[in-house]
């Protein structure tokens, strides 16, 4: 079953439990937690602290994605009892194989992403070790940017890729989805959609939840 992850990035931070109610109600399946520093990405978010506040105000499993340099030393930072997925940047990781295995020591599905210029190559010899794979359809650190056509092809070829080698990591494509190209997204392959601004800069956050959810199942 295909799965929706709205970003906490484009919520109203002065509001944020009641917006994640409200996708939740919506039928959401994660929360997608978008953690810059400022460094790996030219913006600053925010980190565990934001992310911990929500601990018992939903019962929503976390999407952290990690746009940080030198991951391994924040990652047990990020796990709470809702964390379900960590994902880093394979660009950010000088030793790829073993963040990923200190992030499923940890209990949490491990997941790495590339961005737009980043081939599929890199990710040859990590693909049978990863729980996922995201796709990045914008250049990573601003929410509201258009999405990158060229991700198609790449969330397509990937899925070959998985069926080709009988591996079962899910695929998650992040960035610019909106209510009018997610049918291709999802037809392309993928399994977890992420949408920021498309679902938060809305005047009904728990119906776009849903209009969104009707199109990718
Ligand atoms: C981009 C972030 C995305 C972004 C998605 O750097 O990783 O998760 O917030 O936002 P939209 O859906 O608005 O492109
Ligand atoms: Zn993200």
């Known amino acids: 079953m295909k799965k929706l992850a709205p970003s906490i990035l484009s919520a109203d931070f002065s509001k944020l439990a009641e917006e994640v109610a409200a996708i939740e109600r919506g039928g959401a399946d994660l929360i997608h937690v978008d953690v810059m520093d400022g460094h790996f990405v030219p913006n ?9 506040s929500l601990l018992g105000k939903t019962g929503l499993p976390f999407d952290v994605h990690l746009m940080i340099e030198n991951p391994d030393a924040f990652l047990e930072d990020f796990m709470t009892p809702n964390t379900e997925y960590i994902t880093v940047h394979q660009e950010a990781c000088t030793h790829l194989n073993r963040t990923i295995q200190h992030i499923k020591s940890l209990g949490a599905k491990a997941g790495v992403s590339i961005n737009p210029a980043t081939t599929l ?11 996922m794979v995201l796709i990045m359809s914008v250049n990573p650190g601003f929410g509201g940017q258009k999405f990158i056509p060229s991700a198609l092809d790449k969330i397509r070829a990937l899925d070959e890729i998985r069926k080709d080698e009988g591996l079962n990591f899910e695929i998650e494509i992040d960035g610019g989805a909106n209510l009018d190209n997610v049918q291709e997204i999802a037809a392309a392959g993928t399994d977890i959609i992420v949408a920021g601004s498309a679902v938060f800069k809305t005047a009904d956050i728990e119906e776009t939840a849903k209009q969104f959810i009707s199109k990718i199942r």
Not at 44 to 52: E, N, S
Not at 121 to 131: F, K, R, S
């Open 44 to 52: 600053i978010t925010y980190g565990p602290v934001v992310m911990k």
């Open 121 to 131: 190559a890199t990710l040859d010899y990590v693909l049978e070790d990863v729980d």
